[in-house]
């Protein structure tokens, strides 16, 4: 286990400036998402911690040591990629032997009892003399995984290590690293562009865009209180409104919503309102103190246990989730209704 800070770290390509003084702090044995759309950094980033790309500035330390300018091997860093990169002519048991083989790592008998280890860890131990091509994608996956892991590496990288699974697959793999961490304590930095995922599985979120990171903290603050546009609408489920705070009061929705602005500063530039939190209700029977308005219902998408509602209000589309036990009520509702606790201010 070990803490990664990343400081100030910047690296261009020729002109192409792709990381734009950096900074994250990820706690010994933490497990933290670098989330963001394509082409925002994540992967660059990755490769400088594991060594592969040098910094154009900054720095990278782990446990107070500055390993910039480290040689790969030396780092005691995993890279895991999103292709799996197994030999497909070695046997299971090499390729996850292989980093302690080019590490040097060990007597024979001893690098054999960390492979089964590792092995045994993603519940693979009976599939060690088969071949890649022997073995599903979620098996390989976890091949992958384990020759990760078996040089018990001071800190995990996994680059969309899930993105190639099926859907099914994805939501048993995001179980298992869940349990994996809890055993192994590693400190790990998920790689990915699914919100789900880094929803799922993490103690903090890191969002980048552009490279540079828009929001930093647990999945709660991410997902409740986006610090802006892009984050309240790359989190996903939120209906961003163009809102403007003036002379104490929040007006959005050509005045339909016009209360008090609160402590909502007169930076906001727009307002958040989760899908949940929209209530489709009749006119009269708004809940106590709720905001309500018109809206045009325009389609009903059957979810299952939720339904999913989209209105039209003014030029402002909105989206409502409706829980099943509602979705009666909803059908019959002429207005929507939210409550201003959940009202979200947002900035550019």
């Known amino acids: 286990m070990a803490r990664l800070q990343i400081d100030n770290i910047s690296k261009s390509f020729g002109r192409n400036e792709v990381l734009k003084g950096l900074s994250a702090d ?5 497990f933290v998402s670098l989330l963001g759309p394509s082409g925002c950094g994540k992967s660059t980033l990755m490769r400088l911690v594991a060594g592969l790309e040098q910094t154009s500035g900054g720095q990278i330390l782990i446990d107070g040591e500055d ?5 790969p091997e030396h780092r005691h860093v995993a890279l895991m990629f999103q292709s799996y990169a197994l030999f497909p002519h070695m046997s299971v048991a090499e390729n996850v032997r292989f980093p302690l083989a080019m590490r040097k790592g060990g007597t024979a008998d001893e690098q054999r009892a960390r492979v089964a280890e590792a092995l045994d860890m993603v519940q693979l131990g009976q599939f060690a003399k088969r071949l890649p091509k022997q073995l599903s994608g979620g098996q390989q996956q976890r091949v992958a995984l ?4 078996v040089a018990r590496p001071r800190v995990l990288l996994l680059d969309e290590p899930l993105s190639n699974l099926d859907a099914r697959l994805r939501e048993d793999m995001q179980i298992e690293l869940i349990e994996l961490h809890k055993r192994l304590k590693l400190t790990t930095v998920f790689v990915t562009h699914d919100q789900d995922e880094a929803l799922s599985l993490s103690d903090s979120i890191i969002l980048m865009r552009n490279g540079v990171i828009e929001q930093s903290g647990t999945p709660e603050d991410l997902y409740d209180r986006p610090v802006n546009s892009f984050v309240a609408d790359f989190m996903g489920g939120s209906n961003v409104v163009p809102a403007k705070v003036s002379g104490g009061r929040l007006t959005a929705l050509n005045g339909a919503i016009d209360i008090p602005a609160g402590n909502m500063p007169e930076t906001t530039t727009a307002i958040a309102i989760r899908q949940e939190h929209l209530r489709p209700v009749s006119a009269n029977a708004a809940p106590e103190g709720a ?4 809206a045009d219902r325009q389609t009903r998408v059957f979810l299952g246990s939720r339904a999913r509602y989209r209105y039209q209000a003014g030029d402002q589309v909105l989206h409502a989730l409706v829980p099943g036990e509602h979705i009666a009520t909803a059908d019959a509702a002429d207005c929507l209704s939210v409550d201003p606790a959940n009202l979200r201010p947002l900035r550019d």
């Open 67 to 71: 390993i910039t300018d480290l040689a």
């Open 146 to 149: 384990a020759r990760a892991i």
């Open 26 to 30: 990820i706690p010994d044995g933490g």
């Open 291 to 294: 905001i309500l308005f018109g």
